[in-house]
């Protein structure tokens, strides 16, 4: 990981804050870190990355299933 800004609060992400640097994470991880710690650094920030995605995706479905409740399935 190169030296940037710490780290924003996962929880603080939008949906696409979070995939994007998910994909930046996997594309480091990809590449090879320079050392076992920073692997670990971030394999554990794309872990909290890809939990904070499928929060996102899971609240999308569940406002789509009640819409859909709401309005009576035509």
Do not use: N, Y
Not at 20 to 37: K, N
Not at 57 to 66: P, S, T, V
């Amino acid at each position: 990981m190169t030296e940037q800004a710490p780290p924003a609060d996962v929880a603080s992400l939008s949906f696409e804050q979070a995939r994007d640097e998910l994909v930046r994470v996997v594309s480091e991880l990809e590449q090879g870190a320079p050392t076992l710690e920073q692997s670990l650094a971030l394999w554990e920030r794309g872990e909290a990355l890809a939990a904070r995605c499928e929060e996102w995706l899971l609240g999308a479905k569940r406002r789509l299933e009640a819409a859909r409740a709401a309005g009576g399935e035509a």
